[in-house]
């Protein structure tokens, strides 16, 4: 009994991880009909906007990677061709590899979280680089500032009170003075499209992300009081 107890445990340590990152890949991975283009093009026009026009953008089964030796990035058909905030984060991640670290020889066969944050494995510091350059390209730090200031009014972070709280959910106050769950603030300030009379396109809608994603970025940013 405690040999296979043991055994469990040791196949949730491994797999798990795995597991977690083929579900935020899926979560992500719906086609966005505003994109103005695929993982493949993005890839491109960066790579090209970059003078890096030497180095190919090319199709792969074996999983999202950029090869050093033929100076190639790869990703599978789906990232590759498809308009999803999968496909343009990951697209995003492989030219962060190449801007940031253009000596490193492992860089193939990478399987990427979208965005910086919703990872829970241990990841290579490199890796969380890559993420990173990937979340400022698609939600750079100040576009999003001046973005978030002009619709929630504040010349620095904003700060959560009776009336602020109240403005962005009067059903539910206590909430958002007293969040019990990570993000709780952040997620309605991504999602919000009103406050104070006023009507907007959210944050999200703005970026092009998902509410969590964009949530992720404000907490980066530390646009909110704690």
């Known amino acids: 009994m405690l040999v296979a107890l043991l055994a469990v445990i040791v196949g949730?340590?491994?797999?798990?991880?795995?597991?977690?990152?083929?579900?935020?890949?899926?979560?992500?991975?719906g086609p966005r009909p505003d994109y103005p283009g695929t993982g493949g093009e993005l890839a491109r026009h960066l790579l090209n906007r970059l003078d890096m026009a030497?180095?190919?953008?090319?199709?792969?089964?074996k999983g999202d990677h950029y090869d050093p030796e033929t100076k190639t990035v790869r990703l599978t058909p789906d990232h590759f061709s498809g308009k999803s905030l999968t496909a343009v984060t990951i697209a995003a991640h492989e030219v962060g590899h190449i801007v940031l670290h253009p000596d490193e020889k492992r860089l193939d066969f990478h399987r990427d979280l979208p965005i910086q944050g919703l990872e829970r494995e241990v990841r290579d510091p490199i890796e969380k680089e890559a993420d990173y350059f990937a979340a400022c390209l698609l939600m750079p730090r100040a576009y999003v500032a001046q973005q978030f200031r002009a619709r929630f009014l504040c010349d620095g972070q904003f700060i959560f009170d009776q009336n602020t709280a109240y403005m962005l959910r009067p059903y539910d106050v206590e909430s958002l003075l007293y969040p019990r769950r990570p993000l709780q603030r952040e997620i309605v300030l991504a999602s919000a499209k009103t406050i104070a009379g006023r009507h907007f396109d959210s944050l999200a809608q703005v970026f092009r992300v998902s509410i969590e994603t964009m949530a992720i970025r404000i907490k980066e940013l530390r646009l909110v009081r704690t």
């Open 12 to 29: 949730i340590v491994i797999f798990a991880p795995q597991l977690w990152t083929r579900r935020v890949f899926a979560q992500y991975s």
């Open 54 to 61: 030497h180095i190919t953008v090319g199709m792969t089964e």
